[in-house]
T-cell receptor, first 116, second 114 residues
Framework: EAQVTQNPRYLITVTGKKLTVTCSQN?????MSWYRQDPGLGLRQIYY???????DKGDVPEGYKVSRKEKRNFPLILESPSPNQTSLYFC???????????????FGEGSRLTVL | QKEVEQDPGPLSVPEGAIVSLNCTYS??????FMWYRQYSRKGPELLMY????GNKEDGRFTAQVDKSSKYISLFIRDSQPSDSATYLC??????????????FGAGTQVVVTP
């Protein structure tokens, strides 16, 4: 089954304790991205990657790190989480094919993070 | 000011009614317009995709784009309780490497009551 898998789905942590949210896709997609979703603000992009070893900042990258060592995996790292990073996080992936692609993003089921 | 504005709702309608959703945007370079549907506790999934201006129909769903007014709409005919979800508009300037710069609206929560 084609899917984007995120873990953990739910996490409560404390300020300053490093954590990693994993994301894996089995569709051989070149493009992967992380979003956070907050009430009234919608989906905001944190980081994205066009291919292995290629990453770039989105709209709200502060306090986050990513890496893309393998095509299928794109972990999100919070080195020193703070309460304002409490949010619902989504990983997404897509093809970057030539003209004709709809650019459809395939999303994971989300990871709800609470930072106390 | 956000690039994409969308009324968050909630929008409550009786079963069988027409649901009308819309987004306005400020970036005249947007050419690709999408609607995603997000059920509670799930990730968004692509519902409709439109390039440039015009209408597109898919079953009970119709997407309209008016680039002159910078306004897009989604209509759901004969709404069902299973249509209860949050609907997010999204748009992009171009294809391929521009997918990385999709701009999303805040999403409108729709509740269809039996």
């Amino acid at each position: 089954e084609a899917q984007v898998t995120q873990n953990p789905r739910y996490l409560i942590t404390v300020t300053g304790k490093k954590l990693t949210v994993t994301c894996s896709q089995n569709m051989n997609h070149e493009y992967m991205s992380w979003y956070r979703q907050d009430p009234g603000l919608g989906l905001r992009q944190i980081y994205y990657s066009m291919n292995v070893e290629v990453t770039d900042k989105g709209d709200v990258p502060e306090g986050y790190k990513v890496s893309r060592k393998e095509k299928r995996n794109f972990p999100l790292i919070l080195e020193s989480p703070s309460p304002n990073q409490t949010s619902l996080y989504f990983c997404a992936s897509s093809y970057l094919s030539s003209a004709g692609s709809t650019g459809e993003l395939f999303f994971g089921e989300g990871s709800r993070l609470t930072v106390l | 000011q956000k690039e994409v504005e969308q009324d968050p709702g909630p929008l409550s309608v009786p079963e069988g009614a027409i649901v009308s959703l819309n987004c306005t945007y400020s970036n005249s370079a947007f050419q690709y317009f999408m609607w995603y549907r997000q059920y509670s506790r799930k990730g968004p999934e692509l519902l409709m995709y439109t390039y440039s201006s015009g209408n597109k129909e898919d079953g009970r769903f119709t997407a309209q784009v008016d680039k002159s007014s910078k306004y897009i709409s989604l209509f759901i005919r004969d709404s069902q309780p299973s249509d209860s979800a949050t609907y997010l508009c999204a748009m992009s300037e171009g294809a391929t490497d521009s997918w990385g710069k999709l701009q999303f609206g805040a999403g409108t929560q729709v509740v269809v009551t039996p």
